[in-house]
Structure formats: C-alpha cells, structure tokens
C-alpha cells in the first residue's frame, strides 16, 4: 500500500476535502427529465458513432427492458473489419459485462488493434456490450425517474436477478446461440452469483472473469477501506442520498484540466482505488475521464461495504429481521453459494497480482470453491504486476489477457 502523501492526486485525500460537497448536491434542474431524454436521444448511437464506427466496425445498437422496467443499452458488433471475417453466419455471441463505476465504454479505452471488443470481432465473435442500469445510456425506465429515490433502489442483487437474465435472453433470442460471458470485477460478480444459483446455464457456453469479485474481505484499496471503515455510504443513505456518483464529489472536469499540466502525471490516479497498476499511460487517463466514473446506486455501496467488513457473500443484508424476512423470507440473507458453480462450465479465470479490489487473498478464498471444477474446464492466469485497471487500460492487456483468452475461446466446442 503507498503511503497517502506520495500520491499527488488521491481519490481518498479530494473526497475528504469534497465532502462538502456532498451536502450540497443540486437538485434536478427544472425540467431535467425531459431535457435530458432530448440531448440524451441526440446523443442516442454515440457511442455507436464516436467508439466503433469511427473505428470501421460496424455497430448496432439495441434496447432490453428488464423485468423491473429498466430500459438497458446495448451495442452489438456484429462483424470483423476484414474481409475474411465479415461472414455473418454462425458467429459465435459474446456478452462483455463492465464492471462497477464503469460502462460499456470501458472496454474500450485501449485503441481498437488493443482493445477486447474489437479483437473479438476480429476474431470471428458477435459481440455484445451492455450498460447496467443507472449508467449514461441506461438511464431509462418504463414509470421512473432517474431523480426518482426509487430508480435507486437495488443492489447488484437486482444486477444478477434482473439486468443479466434481460440481456441474456434478449442475445439469445436474437442469435439463436448460447453466449460467452466475459466480465470485469462486478461483472464477474454477477454471472457467479447467477451460476451458483442454477440461473442463465441454459443459455452459457462459456464465463471469462477478470479480476474476479466474489469476496471482498482482504481488499486493500484505500477508498473502499475509507468509504467501508466510516460507513460513508450508509451515512449518505439515510440523509437520502440513493445515488452514488464520484462525478458529484470530485469535478471530473477539474480533474482532468489538472491532468493536463504536463508536470502532473494523474496516471497513477487510479492507486488508492484499485492498487498500483503497472502499465497505463497517461494518455488513458484522459480517455477514462471523457466519460468514467459513472453513477451507482449507494445502496449497492453499501452492499459492497457489507462484502468488505464481514467478509462473506450473501444478498443486501437490511440489518433489520422484519425486512430481511419480508424480502427472503428468512432473518438473515441468503447466501451465494460459490461452491454450486457448476464444475463442468469452461472458466477463464484472470487476476492480478497487485490488485487492490480483488486481492490475492480473496481470489484464493474463490479458487478453493472451485476446487472441485473440472480441470479441463478451467484456465487460471495470474499476472503478477496488474492491478485492476491494467486489465482494460494496460498497454500490453492484449498479449497479456486478451490473446489467451480469445485462444480458450477458439478452443472450445
Ligand atoms: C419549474 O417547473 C415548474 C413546474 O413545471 C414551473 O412552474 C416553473 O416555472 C419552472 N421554473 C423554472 C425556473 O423554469
Ligand atoms: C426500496 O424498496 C423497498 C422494498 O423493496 C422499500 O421498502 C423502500 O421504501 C424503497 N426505498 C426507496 C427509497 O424507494
Ligand atoms: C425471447 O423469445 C421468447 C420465445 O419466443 C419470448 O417469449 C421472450 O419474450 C423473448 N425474450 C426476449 C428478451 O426477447
Ligand atoms: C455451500 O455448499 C456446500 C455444498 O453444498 C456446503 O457444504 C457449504 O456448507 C455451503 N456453504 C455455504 C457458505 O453455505
């Protein structure tokens, strides 16, 4: 762990002196609601025009409502930017999951020769890229607000019970193909979760988890530990705060005019959160800040902080036996069970070695649950120098990740 004053730009040291801030967000502007829907539909295909096509990739983009009513963006890749990959038929689809604070962008911050989506294509898969709900495309909803407290109101146990089944079986229908998952930090998360429950298996061929989250209690990431340790989030909850954004804490404008002076470097930014990551350019910085961090719900902080301090995996524990029974129908919450993964679903497993939010510690505490997987079934990387950014952000992600696993993609049947 870097002691806190060698770090120029701490996440942890601005939300101590931004906290302020907090107390005073703004209230929707007048008329948020439909404004916002306006530029947003002009915005509609951004990412579309601005990420793929601009690329030479062709890019479609796709609407999944989810049982709940939240209205998810979704991007396809359908094709390869060669000839010789442009034959449409029976391309196998492959669903990228993005993790917490983050979006479907995410993937996309290497350039596209590096980066996972468009290799994929390139590489003979249907790719798709969804938005979980809450983030700048997914911010829709058949009866509520994105201002509403109750838009705001889930945890990822919403994310495993809602949003994945929706756009699993939304690529399903469309392909007539089970999928490959690949998913990052909460995204992996979330297929666990599903699996350990019996749930999606029907329509999975294959899971690719990097930086894999099922247990937090070793987490060495400083602003998890501070938001954890001085119960932040639950604070922020009860004075009705339900949505979690860093943008409203720290001006990601600010931030980035910083970032600029060339004596700066912000490339280790990223350190208090997600440990030290060996191989970001500055560069990237100031692509991530474009349009990351992106908003969660607190109560799905929360829900992480209960992860960090007891160290298990269980749904959103509402500290109250009423509540939990009224919801689960038992006093405490159920847990996910890691061990009912089942053994034979090929895994691809990658973590890094400095790694601050998936700590060695608790990938191992994983590991020992999948004890029993098949061993022909499973492939386990390790890179001993990334941290958790490294994975979309690093310069060598592609030869170091990326290559090997589209490589235990090819290999399966
Ligand atoms: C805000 O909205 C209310 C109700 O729609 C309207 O009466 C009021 O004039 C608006 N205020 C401003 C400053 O636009
Ligand atoms: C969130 O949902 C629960 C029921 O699941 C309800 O009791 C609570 O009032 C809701 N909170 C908000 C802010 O909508
Ligand atoms: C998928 O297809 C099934 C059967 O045709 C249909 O019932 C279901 O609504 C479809 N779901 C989605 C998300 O398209
Ligand atoms: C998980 O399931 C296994 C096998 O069914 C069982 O032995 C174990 O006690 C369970 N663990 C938890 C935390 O429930």
């Not at 911010?139 to 607000?145: C, I, K, Q, V």
């Not at 838009?151 to 939304?170: C, G, I, K, M, R």
């Not at 004596?263 to 500055?282: A, E, H, L, W």
Request: charged share 20%; with cysteine.
């Amino acid at each position: 762990m870097k002691p806190l004053n060698t770090i120029s730009l701490n996440y942890t040291i601005l939300l101590i002196f931004c906290a302020p801030n907090l107390f005073c967000l703004k209230a929707p502007a007048n008329g948020t609601g439909e404004a916002a829907l306006v530029a947003q539909s002009s915005d509609r295909g951004g990412t579309c025009k601005s990420m793929v096509e601009s690329n030479g990739y062709d890019c479609e983009e796709h609407w999944v409502i989810t049982k709940d009513g939240y209205v998810l963006n979704v991007l396809r890749i359908p094709l390869g930017r060669f000839v010789g990959c442009r034959k449409a038929r029976n391309r196998p689809p492959v669903l990228l999951q993005h993790g917490m604070l983050l979006d479907a962008r995410s993937w996309m911050l290497l350039p596209p020769k590096r980066s996972l989506p468009f290799n994929l294509a390139d590489n003979g898969y249907d790719v798709w890229l969804v938005n979980s709900r809450g983030t700048e495309y997914s911010e829709g909803h058949t009866s509520l607000n994105n201002y509403d407290p109750a838009y705001w109101n889930w945890s990822w146990d919403e994310l495993v019970a809602y949003d994945l089944p929706a756009t699993f079986q939304y690529v399903y229908n469309q392909t007539g193909q089970k999928l490959h998952f690949v998913g990052h930090s909460q995204g992996t998360l979330m297929v666990m979760a599903a699996m350990s429950r019996d749930q999606l298996l029907n329509m999975l061929r294959s899971a690719a988890l990097l930086c894999p989250i099922a247990y937090l209690r070793h987490t060495t990431s400083l602003l998890s530990r501070f938001i954890t340790d001085n119960f932040i989030a639950e604070a922020l909850h009860s004075l009705g705060l339900y949505k979690f954004d860093l943008n409203d804490l720290i001006t990601m404008r600010t931030l980035k005019i910083i970032c600029r002076i060339p004596s700066v470097d912000c490339s280790n930014m990223f350190t208090p959160y997600t440990g030290q990551n060996c191989c970001i350019k500055r560069s990237k910085t100031e692509i991530f800040l474009d349009h990351q961090p992106q908003p969660t719900a607190m109560k799905n902080v929360i829900h992480m902080c209960q992860m960090v301090r007891r160290g298990t995996l269980t749904m959103y524990d509402y500290n109250d036996c009423d509540e939990n029974i009224k919801h689960y129908g038992q006093p405490t919450p159920p847990a996910y069970n890691m061990t009912c993964i089942p053994n034979d679903l090929p895994i691809f497993l990658s973590y890094g070695g400095a790694d601050a939010l998936s700590d060695v510690n608790d990938v191992k505490l994983l590991l020992d649950c999948l004890r029993h997987h098949d061993p022909g079934k499973i492939v386990v990387q390790c890179i001993e120098s990334y941290a958790h950014a490294d994975y979309l952000m690093a310069e060598k992600a592609k030869e170091d990740v990326y290559d090997p696993l589209i490589a235990f993609l090819n290999k399966l049947p």
